[in-house]
Every structure is written in C-alpha cells, then in structure tokens.
C-alpha cells in the first residue's frame, strides 16, 4: 500500500476515507486533526483544490482500496499526523520569521522523529511551501536558502545520508510562513533516483546557498503488480543551471528533463516502461502562462485532467517560471 492523491475543485468531497486532506484556498493557515484525518489548509486563490492522500494497492485489490489496519491520529508539538496500516502522514506549520533556518531545522528534527518513534522510518515523498520565497531575509539572503539550510542541518543531525534523501517540492505560497508534510512508509523504503541530465540538487555548487537543496529527483515505491514513481518538483535546469528566457522554452527542458528521468527509470523498473501519470501538479509563475503551460503538459504526459491543479505560485528559482511533479504509475 502506498499513498496517492486524489483532487477535487471548488469543495471537499471524497469516496474513500483520505489519511489526510490539503485545502489550496484561503486567506489563512491552518492546521487540524479531525475525524482520523489530518486537514490542512495552505493559504491561496478561490476557489479552493482540495488533495485528498487515500491508500492505494499496489498488489491484488484495486487503485483506491483502504489499507488494512486500525486508523490513529493526533496532534503532538505542533505536528499533525494520521497513520493506518503501513501508512503514514504528518503536516507542521513554521510560522514566518525574519529568518527561518533554526526554526526549521527544529522542525524537520521533531517531523524526522516523530515519524520513526511511530514506526515509521521509511519517508518516501515531502513537500515544502514558503511564503516569498524569493525574497531576502533580514539578512539579504534568499528565503528559500535560508529554509534549505535549516532542512539540510536537519538531515544531518538525523543522521540521514544523501541516498536517503526522498523526492519533494520547494514552492511559494501567496503568504504566510513554511508549509511541510510528508508521506511515509512502515515497512518499504523508497528507491530514490536523480536524473541523468541534471546534478543531483545536494550537489550543486556554493552559488546555490550556504546548503545545497537536499531531495532525490524522484522515488518509486514498487509493488507486487504496480510500480509508483513520485516525481519531485521539476523545472529548466540542465546540470545545475536555469535554462531558456521564455515560457515556451523553459516548457520545452522541462518536458525533456521530465522524460529523460521516465526513460532512466524505466530501464531500471521494467513496469515504468508502460505506464502514464495518475496525477500532476503544475505551478506557473505569471497567470497569463497558465493556458501555455496547462495545454503543453497535457499534449506531453497523458493525464487525467481533473487531476491535474494548476496553481499560480513563484518557484524556487527567481528566472523560473514553472515547476512541475506527478505520480507516475506502472
């Protein structure tokens, strides 16, 4: 069993029962444990997406069937989290500061082993969202470097090597604070793979920050007859730099970065090799690109089209002007 998203457009509405639910809409943050559910909102545009993290077989029973085993959930030093069988799911809000590494790097500690102590230990995607992230702290450094300090130190207090690092998203938000959740497994670890045309993002040289950006390009989690393939935050960088001036073009690298990373996991997982995205989440910088973006993805990836959000947010980069994830499934 594993975990995949299921969105839903202007309200909440769900057939399965969601370890957790994210409301993209609102004016205001917000963190809550209700009915066995982990709900979070993340300030936004109306009206609201709402992604539903149901289980999901990757053996006999259908996409969508519950996992076996008793539901828990609570709240515990401001972490939200919610578990059932070999699932996981746990949310913090950071609230925002003039600099934001210490706090987050205590809150990655608490989230890292909050996780293990419930059993836990196998983190297989996160994702990560920052009010202004790209603007500069009181320091004059960018935010989003000030976050990928705290995140690294806190990898590494954890004593989480590099090969551990799972797939995740860095994006802003319209405002607040840093936004964190994550999806784990009890029992499975990920494989975590980069991408042949791209270094690896904790590799990147001292230009990028004080501590490189600390996540795997992708990780699949594989089953007994399907394969899932979490694709991170994926944008126009070859190497490490950003390519291409124009929406169009930086559609073009994102496109190839995206397929070359299927190709090079399909060699190594043969069920990849035929399969397509369950689900894609797609964030553009100017909403005058949101039609360009939306029509070039969807001719690309075959995707079901209500399950793919696009959200108007800055990216991690301030010359980028898209970013794209998905799930993947074989």
């Known amino acids: 069993m594993v975990l995949l998203p299921v969105y839903h457009f202007g309200q909440e509405k769900t057939e399965t029962s969601p370890l957790a639910t994210l409301c993209y809409g609102g004016s205001g943050a917000d963190l809550d444990v209700r009915n066995g559910r982990v709900c979070m909102t993340l300030p936004g545009p109306m009206p609201a997406v709402y992604e539903h993290w149901c289980p999901a077989s990757l053996s006999?029973?259908?996409?969508?069937?519950?996992?076996?085993?008793?539901?828990?959930?609570?709240?515990?030093?401001?972490?939200?989290?919610?578990s059932e069988g070999d699932l996981f799911f746990a949310a913090f809000w950071v609230q925002d500061q003039p600099e934001l590494c210490d706090a987050v790097q205590s809150h990655y500690e608490r989230l890292i082993t909050l996780a293990r102590t419930k059993g836990f230990g196998h983190i297989?995607?996160?994702?990560?969202?920052?009010?202004?992230?790209?603007?500069?702290?009181v320091r004059?450094?960018?935010?989003?470097?000030?976050?990928?300090?705290?995140?690294?130190?806190?990898?590494?207090?954890?004593?989480?090597?590099?090969?551990?690092?799972?797939?995740?998203?860095?994006?802003?938000?319209?405002?607040?604070?840093?936004?964190?959740?994550?999806?784990?497994?009890?029992?499975?670890?990920?494989?975590?793979?980069?991408?042949?045309?791209?270094?690896?993002a904790y590799h990147y040289p001292p230009?990028?920050?004080?501590?490189?950006?600390?996540?795997?390009?992708a990780t699949v989690m594989e089953g007994a007859e399907r394969t899932v393939l979490y694709l991170s935050g994926t944008a126009s960088i070859r190497g490490h730099e950003s390519v291409g001036q124009t929406v169009e073009d930086q559609l073009s690298v994102t496109i190839e970065t995206i397929n070359s990373l299927l190709d090079a996991a399909g060699k190594r997982f043969s069920r990849l090799g035929n399969g397509r995205f369950e689900s894609m989440?797609?964030?553009?910088?100017?909403?005058?690109?949101?039609?360009?973006?939306?029509?070039?993805?969807?001719?690309?990836?075959?995707?079901?089209?209500?399950?793919?959000?696009?959200?108007?947010?800055?990216?991690?980069?301030?010359?980028l002007l898209l970013e794209v994830e998905g799930v993947f499934v074989g």
């Open 207 to 217: 230009r990028y920050g004080r501590r490189s950006p600390s996540f795997a390009r």
């Open 281 to 319: 989440k797609l964030y553009v910088r100017h909403p005058e690109d949101a039609s360009t973006v939306r029509t070039a993805i969807a001719q690309a990836f075959p995707c079901p089209p209500d399950q793919a959000p696009l959200f108007i947010a800055d990216i991690c980069r301030a010359e």
């Open 60 to 82: 006999e029973m259908p996409l969508g069937e519950n996992a076996a085993g008793e539901r828990r959930a609570g709240i515990e030093d401001g972490i939200g989290w919610s």
């Open 124 to 137: 297989y995607r996160m994702w990560n969202y920052l009010g202004a992230i790209n603007r500069d702290n």
């Open 140 to 200: 004059g450094e960018e935010r989003y470097r000030d976050f990928c300090s705290g995140r690294s130190q806190a990898f590494e207090a954890m004593n989480v090597g590099l090969d551990e690092l799972p797939a995740a998203t860095g994006i802003g938000l319209s405002s607040g604070g840093v936004a964190v959740f994550l999806i784990a497994h009890r029992q499975v670890s990920g494989v975590n793979l980069e991408n042949p045309s791209q270094l690896p």
